[in-house]
């Protein structure tokens, strides 16, 4: 009888304990606030020089603290100067608040080109060479079930060129907007005819509706900076801690200087 007695005192007990817990916890919440210190503003440089006869254009911007609305923070008044293979110099003009453009010119597969920015007093200098020239042969649609939904994607083809290592940029566009940009490697493609799936999903466009698909060749270090940013965002397999991508522009500038190659496709929805 005592131990069914302390068992029922026990059993009373735990109740007890449990509604107590129940009307405290809710009294304990707390709201936490972060403090989170602003980063001083950095300049971005992005831009290039491409082997199409157009003006080659760059962008010059600074970050922004978190706390601002999303904008393009366009710095004016820069100097740039583009160094040609053969030495000889362009300079850029100002087209807008933060936009440079050249003359027309066509870039050189394998010549390497130098951007000189000068912008509040302080110099940047970054390096690329445009790569050999992959033609994008062609685009294809291409669908696959998962869990019993069919999804339509876009596929770009073209061949690989044995024994030369490449690296490669896709960007989608869609009725005029960037959907994707993602990067790609030949380590498991070598010399193969490339059928290489950009994952964005067709299922919302209808019967006109258009698509763009831009294939550049890029050099190692591009390459490595798309592919950081890609894993960023998640888009590049597991994503990692946040940081900025490393840019091949020196003295603490962000962003990327990229001499390519490009090729185009367009596809219309039937």
């Known amino acids: 009888m005592k131990d069914l007695k302390r068992n029922k005192s026990l059993k009373q007990l735990v109740i007890l304990a449990i509604f107590l817990s129940a009307m405290v916890l809710p009294g304990c919440e707390k709201v936490i606030e972060l403090k989170l210190a602003n980063a001083e503003p950095a300049v971005v440089i992005e831009g290039g020089v491409s082997d199409q006869n157009e003006n080659q254009v760059?962008?010059?911007?600074?970050t922004y603290n978190f706390t601002e609305r999303n904008k393009f923070n366009g710095l004016s008044g820069a100097k740039l100067v583009l160094t040609r293979p053969n030495g000889s110099t362009i300079n850029y003009t100002e087209i807008a608040p933060g936009f440079y453009q050249t003359v027309k010119?066509?870039?050189i597969p394998g010549g390497r080109y130098t951007l000189d920015v000068t912008v509040e007093g302080k110099t940047y200098r970054a390096s690329s060479t445009m790569p050999a020239k992959v033609m994008l042969d062609s685009i294809s649609f291409r669908q696959f079930d998962f869990f019993g939904t069919t999804n339509t994607?876009?596929?770009?083809n073209y061949n690989d060129p044995r024994d030369v290592q490449n690296q490669y940029r896709y960007i989608l566009k869609i009725k005029g907007?960037?959907?994707?940009?993602?990067?790609?490697?030949d380590r498991f493609n070598n010399g193969n005819k490339v059928s290489d799936v950009i994952f964005k999903d067709l299922g919302d466009l209808v019967s006109g509706d258009s698509l763009h698909v831009e294939f550049q060749c890029v050099d190692r270090?591009?390459?490595?900076y798309f592919y950081s940013l890609g894993q960023n965002s998640g888009e590049a397999g597991p994503p990692v801690s946040p940081a900025n991508p490393v840019s091949n522009?020196?003295?603490?500038?962000l962003g990327i200087f990229n001499a390519y190659t490009s090729s185009k496709r367009t596809a219309v929805i039937r």
């Open 221 to 224: 270090n591009v390459y490595r």
């Open 177 to 185: 907007t960037v959907e994707k940009d993602v990067v790609n490697e």
């Open 153 to 156: 994607y876009i596929a770009v």
């Open 105 to 107: 010119f066509r870039g």
């Open 249 to 253: 522009f020196n003295n603490g500038a």
């Open 58 to 62: 760059v962008k010059i911007s600074k």
